[in-house]
């Protein structure tokens, strides 16, 4: 796979300490970050295959989407203003099931590239047609977390829910292990107990995870009550879901403290999506009390049908201004937090801690160079402070995927961009004819 070295760079490691080198060299050997010193002290004997001058380029570790329903892209702007029951039930849902595999293909070769242009290098996806989203993951060079989107209001619920554990199960690791598969079922509200269990059931026997969407509005807490006697929260404990590792719960807008501690003793992922939770006037979840309570918290941007877009930039901005207002504190979700979500913390959240997430000798080289040689982007007081603040994806230049460059300089290498514009709007107007 060859050696790259980048010179010069600014690097926010976004590991713990969330140390910033103002001048570094990164060198990239096959899949993996073999070496990272100040520029100053680099060995004169390292040499690589290819060498990039980044001079005035901020490098980062690629941002982690995680949680999306990344070929909702073919729903982007279809379906806006609308509260979230009436939105899928009305909308979205009865337009989903005429899709065809081929439509998820390319909604999600879609979403990649906006994902990759914007700095994302892995992303945690829920939806139909699930291996045919695993194809697009593998033909476009990005890391993805696939589940299959389980319903158990369909009159197949129980063969489609086989026929995902069968497909994750063998299809785990694919593409280098660039593919990680989960289990999907969707949510308390939309999955009856029994198709729960087995579900956990599948996982805990083939060593998958589970991706689900968890007290996302008061509605859904208050049906939850009503009908079982507790909060989702509290049903999926029952269920034992939360004995599992990994499992990512979506949302988790509306928590008693009872649900807190349980995610937070659970080790459950929690993707904080907030411009989604905004427009769908979901609510604020209680991300400050959550990570006081040392939960792991990422980011995600759900669907770009609710979001409209897949700017994990963008998500960084909206969590920090979000809770500073909710709150009344400005001190409430720094920069340099905003950061770890959007990287270490949604890599964790995804049971990847040790694979990506951070600028680390040994993780692998998923890594995104940023020009902030831009107005907005001057002058230098904060690189952290400008990425959350002031940084806009189109800023993004350079973004490597297991030490291969999927964007170069701006430049796709493994997309072509006007074949997936054509073969998206051919497949939307046949959607919505």
Not at 266 to 273: L, T
Not at 389 to 413: I, M, N
Request: hydrophobic share 45%; proline share 6%; glycine share 10%.
């Amino acid at each position: 796979m060859g050696t790259w070295l980048i010179q010069g760079a600014t690097v926010l490691t976004a590991d713990e300490s969330g140390a910033v080198l103002p001048r570094a060299d990164v060198l990239m050997r096959d899949s993996e970050i073999a070496g990272l010193w100040p520029s100053e002290a680099r060995p004169a004997e390292i040499v690589a295959d290819q060498t990039l001058k980044a001079d005035g380029m901020v490098l980062i570790p690629g941002l982690v989407n995680a949680h999306t329903h990344a070929a909702m892209t073919l729903l982007r702007g279809y379906a806006d203003d609308m509260e979230l029951m009436p939105w899928l039930q009305q909308r979205i849902w009865p337009l989903e099931m005429k899709l065809e595999a081929e439509d998820v293909y390319w909604g999600t070769m879609l979403g990649a590239m906006e994902m990759i242009r914007g700095g994302v290098t892995c992303f945690n996806d829920m939806y139909h047609f699930y291996p045919d989203a695993a194809r697009a993951v593998l033909d476009s060079g990005i890391r993805g977390v696939i589940s299959g989107v389980l319903l158990g209001f369909l009159p197949n619920a129980e063969e489609r829910l086989e026929a995902a554990i069968a497909w994750s199960t063998e299809w785990n690791g694919r593409g280098g292990g660039r593919l990680i598969t989960m289990l999907g079922p969707h949510a308390p509200y939309t999955c009856p107990d029994p198709l729960f269990a087995r579900v956990v059931e599948a996982a805990k026997g083939a060593g998958l995870g589970i991706h689900t969407h968890l007290s996302e509005t008061a509605g859904e807490v208050a049906d939850s009550v009503r009908d079982f006697g507790v909060t989702p929260v509290q049903r999926m404990q029952r269920l034992g879901m939360f004995d599992l590792h990994p499992v990512l719960a979506a949302h988790c807008v509306h928590l008693t403290e009872e649900d807190l501690q349980t995610l937070v003793r659970g080790r459950v992922g929690i993707s904080h999506n907030p411009g989604s939770n905004m427009k769908l006037a979901s609510g604020v979840a209680p991300v400050p009390k959550l990570l006081a309570a040392g939960a792991v918290v990422g980011l995600g941007t759900d669907g770009p049908a609710s979001n409209n877009n897949l700017d994990m930039i963008e998500e960084m901005r909206l969590a920090a201004l979000l809770h500073k207002l909710h709150t009344g504190d400005p001190t409430c979700v720094p920069a340099p937090q905003a950061l770890a979500m959007a990287t270490r913390l949604g890599a964790q959240a995804l049971g990847l801690g040790d694979v990506i997430g951070q600028v680390k000798v040994g993780l692998k080289a998923d890594l995104v160079l940023l020009d902030f040689r831009q107005p907005h982007l001057q002058p230098k007081h904060d690189p952290v402070s400008h990425l959350v603040y002031s940084a806009r994806a189109g800023d993004v230049r350079t973004v490597f995927v297991d030490g291969q460059p999927l964007l170069l300089d701006g430049r796709f290498t493994t997309l072509d961009e006007e074949t997936i514009y054509a073969e998206v709007n051919a497949r939307v107007a046949r959607l919505t004819q």
